[in-house]
């Protein structure tokens, strides 16, 4: 067996060992290395990449994490400390090799290209796909060998092979390019999908499957290796695989009799209850908090200070120009080098921040509507600054603020959906999970939409009651 050997400067195992847990990162939509299964009733994350985590975990005696995200966000992920390692099909190219450092090869498969049955008798190599658009995962080596060996073709990247599939059944796309193993476990699971070897030339670092870990990580790659190579003398990525297999002949299949008895999105619910409830939670703490912020930037903007009046601006400037998906991504990622915030807590730090941007120009406007002589009739009777807001502008100005205030809460609901790119379980995230349980795509989105509806829909009706007991006074 490999000796353990460190550097004095790498204490990457020293860590894991002495807060007794080893987060992973992973993309959990990739059979049969990782994928969502319902086990006993319960959602689990299942397949061979967990199963080899799962051992890594039991060598160093710590408890194994889950974090559940898209593959393009895994390598910022491993690189702010958010995971330990990433284990997610991912193949130790040159170019990540410059970035992170990688275990041994576990596992070596091949690059398959999945179609539509209809279209056997048309594609049948990589040659066949010229000028025509082809789907690949966002930062993977699908990705790469696309667009090298592939480039006449139009390319279409998203982060989620489910997502690659749904656009493939509705024509949005005519192939996808995936890992062999992961395109025959698709394809033996819906018989809408067909695939075949894709034929790809691949160098030397791109025919297999390793770990990934942070750049001079020696000692924990040391150990991982171990690991493996355990694995490798027991026979064990053989079991691995059987067992993904078997959780993948349990899923819900394509045969009328499955599609009615397991495979109604009523045996759901509970991923769609689950999403609700965050979808929920993060939208009233984040109008909660925004509102808060909201007011005291609205009335930093109203002050004859230059200076404060100069910060509150800038700040709202640039929170509304620039994209939410950024903004989300950079609480989570690069606040992570100073406070190693959860997902859920950066979504609804991030969604807050963005929110109290347009809710100060809300009130601000909303102050600014009243009349000067409303204000300045309250100061000659003596009243004070203060109390001529509380009393006098504010109470008329709400009138006009609630109509646009309403609009942003409704608004914080659906855009709140952009923290499933950092592994929010919100509701998006859980469509997400069904479509790659249930291998349906459009059932999962249409339950989504209804639910987004009745949640946007009740919210107005309660903001139209009380606008009316307003302008009733």
Not at 311 to 333: K, S
Not at 409 to 423: A, L, N
Not at 429 to 450: C, D, E, W
Request: net charge negative; hydrophobic share 40%; with cysteine.
């Amino acid at each position: 067996m490999p000796t353990l050997q460190a550097s004095a400067a790498d204490n990457s195992l020293e860590k894991i060992k002495s807060k007794g847990t080893l987060v992973i990162g992973t993309s959990a939509d990739f059979p049969p290395y990782e994928f969502h299964a319902t086990i006993d009733g319960q959602d689990e994350i299942v397949g061979m990449d967990i199963s080899i985590a799962k051992k890594i975990a039991e060598d160093l005696n710590v408890k194994l994490e889950i974090q559940d995200m898209g593959f393009d966000s895994l390598l910022p992920a491993l690189e702010v400390n958010k995971v330990d390692m990433i284990l997610a099909g991912m193949s130790p190219s040159k170019e990540r090799k410059q970035s992170v450092d990688f275990s041994d090869v576990y596992y070596t498969g091949g690059q398959n290209i999945v179609i539509r049955p209809s279209d056997k008798e048309v594609y049948d190599s990589k040659d066949s796909l010229v000028k025509k658009k082809v789907g690949v995962q966002t930062g993977s080596l699908q990705e790469t060998l696309a667009k090298e060996q592939m480039p006449e073709s139009s390319i279409l990247s998203l982060s989620k092979i489910t997502d690659l599939i749904l656009a493939l059944k509705t024509n949005k796309i005519e192939a996808i390019i995936m890992e062999k193993p992961s395109a025959m476990a698709y394809v033996s699971n819906d018989t809408g999908l067909a695939t075949f070897d894709g034929g790809f030339e691949l160098a030397e670092g791109e025919q297999g499957i390793a770990i990934a870990v942070k750049k001079g990580s020696e000692s924990l790659i040391a150990s991982i290796n171990e690991s493996l190579s355990n694995i490798k003398e027991q026979n064990l990525t053989k079991t691995y695989l059987e067992e993904a297999g078997e959780h993948l002949k349990n899923s819900p299949g394509e045969t009328e009799e499955k599609e009615t008895k397991s495979n109604g999105m009523i045996n759901y619910w509970s991923y769609f209850a689950r999403g609700t409830g965050y979808t929920i939670l993060i939208s009233v703490l984040s109008v909660l908090f925004g509102s808060i912020l909201g007011v005291l930037l609205s009335l930093m903007r109203l002050m004859d200070n230059k200076i404060i009046r100069g910060l509150a601006t800038a700040y709202v400037e640039f929170v509304r120009g620039t994209p939410m998906m950024i903004q989300v991504m950079f609480i989570y990622f690069a606040v992570g080098y100073v406070v190693n915030l959860p997902a859920l807590a950066s979504g609804i730090i991030a969604v807050s921040l963005n929110s109290a941007a347009y809710i100060c120009e809300i009130i601000r406007s909303g102050l600014n509507s009243v009349s000067k002589g409303q204000t300045e009739a309250a100061r000659s009777l003596g009243m004070s600054k203060k109390l001529t807001m509380r009393y006098i502008v504010f109470p008329q100005a709400l009138k006009n603020i609630w109509p646009a205030l309403g609009n942003e809460f409704i608004t914080v609901i659906k855009e709140s959906s952009i923290v499933s790119i950092i592994g929010v379980s919100d509701l998006i995230f859980q469509t997400k999970i069904v479509t790659s349980v249930s291998y349906r795509g459009i059932a999962p989105l249409a339950v989504t939409m209804v639910i987004y509806f009745i949640l946007t829909y009740s919210l107005t009706k309660l903001l139209n009651y009380y606008e009316g007991k307003m302008n009733h006074d």
